[in-house]
């Protein structure tokens, strides 16, 4: 019996392996396993025998059964992987799928852009932590204890230190402008340079307005710098932006960290300066503010603001995006929707 047994586990092991479709491996498999098969017909015997003979004979047979089915399973799953594979001729003279090209994100892309503007004029590219302090992002930059941009309605506080003060009370930095005092205390003056970022705000959402978004700052730190200097550096990034001259207004604007301030509108180029939604029907949109740095700002870097001065500026790159491509709602731009972005490749 044992050798009947070792006998039939080579044989059927090769008619597995014999087996070329579907349909005959099934035919093995009745042969062996099935109500009337061989091994089947085996197994009836055992009662037989005695029971020492049974208990040798019972697992042999129980080894060969579980050999021929993991031997069935392994031939299927090799047969539907044959019949997938392509199995015609192959034309090696043909041209290959081309791979999909992919490109950069159209804010980023803005980002890149003005990168090169500003190295063009001797601007160092500074970066920072996304996560910052209520010392850089509100102490140092001239915000009153009681400013209403502190309170959660308009910050994301980190959970655990939203009771704290200072530098232990951390946040999503709500704009890059802490960043102008970091690199001043590493650096000193003179400086010149700009940080690009993604910042976050607690708000509503609308076709101007988004929870995280984009600004790229420019600072230039000098002695006796002129505000006429700073206006002619603005018109010219925007001429170097939208490859033509762009009209432009300059107002009066309050900020913390400036003294002057302004605020910088461009004429809509979504609407052509008509009106629209996305410049509230007045075909003006605000682009950037800016000004000078406050005295205080620059004594938290530790300058003196009777030796120094500058210009500073915070474009919105989300809206000057829009204005480039035409694009009417900011939220297309962080919908991850391929439809959309494919445009831009």
């Not at 829009?322 to 709602?329: F, I, K, S, T």
């Not at 297309?332 to 439809?339: I, K, V």
Request: hydrophobic letters at 40%; aromatic letters at 10%.
């Amino acid at each position: 019996m044992l050798e009947k047994l070792e006998s039939m586990r080579s044989d059927s092991l090769a008619e597995i392996l014999s087996a070329g479709s579907p349909e005959q491996l099934q035919e093995v498999r009745q042969k062996w396993m099935g109500k009337k098969g061989l091994l089947t017909e085996v197994l009836k015997e055992l009662g037989k025998l005695t029971a020492e003979e049974r208990k040798t004979v019972g697992r042999l047979a129980n080894e060969v059964k579980e050999a021929i089915t993991a031997a069935i399973d392994r031939r299927q799953e090799t047969i539907l992987e044959e019949a997938s594979a392509f199995s015609g001729e192959i034309d090696l003279t043909r041209p290959g799928t081309a791979v999909p090209a992919g490109g950069l994100h159209p804010i980023t892309q803005m980002a890149y852009d003005l990168n090169d503007i500003f190295r063009s004029l001797n601007f160092e590219v500074y970066a920072e932590n996304e996560i910052t302090s209520e010392l850089y992002g509100f102490d140092h930059l001239n915000f009153p204890p009681e400013h209403p941009a502190r309170e959660s309605m308009d910050t994301y506080w980190i959970a655990g230190t939203d009771e704290k003060r200072g530098a232990e009370r951390l946040a999503l930095r709500p704009h890059l402008t802490g960043a102008s005092v970091r690199y001043l205390q590493q650096h000193g003056a003179p400086a010149r340079f700009v940080y690009p970022g993604r910042v976050y705000r607690n708000e509503a959402t609308d076709a101007r307005h988004e929870r995280a978004f984009f600004q790229y700052e420019a600072l230039i730190v000098d002695r006796d710098f002129s505000f006429a200097s700073g206006q002619l550096l603005v018109k010219s990034i925007l001429e170097k932006v939208f490859g033509r001259e762009v009209d432009v207004r300059m107002r009066a604007g309050f900020f913390p960290f400036v003294e002057p301030g302004f605020e910088i509108d461009m004429k809509c180029l979504v609407c052509g300066g008509t009106g629209c939604k996305v410049c509230k029907q007045v075909g003006w949109i605000e682009v950037m503010p800016g000004g000078s740095p406050h005295p205080n700002v620059l004594k938290a870097a530790g300058l003196d603001p009777a030796v120094w001065s500058g210009f500073y500026i915070n474009i919105g790159l989300d809206r000057l995006v829009m204005m480039r491509y035409g694009v009417d709602d900011v939220r297309l731009f962080h919908s991850a929707d391929l439809r959309f972005l494919g445009q831009f490749r």
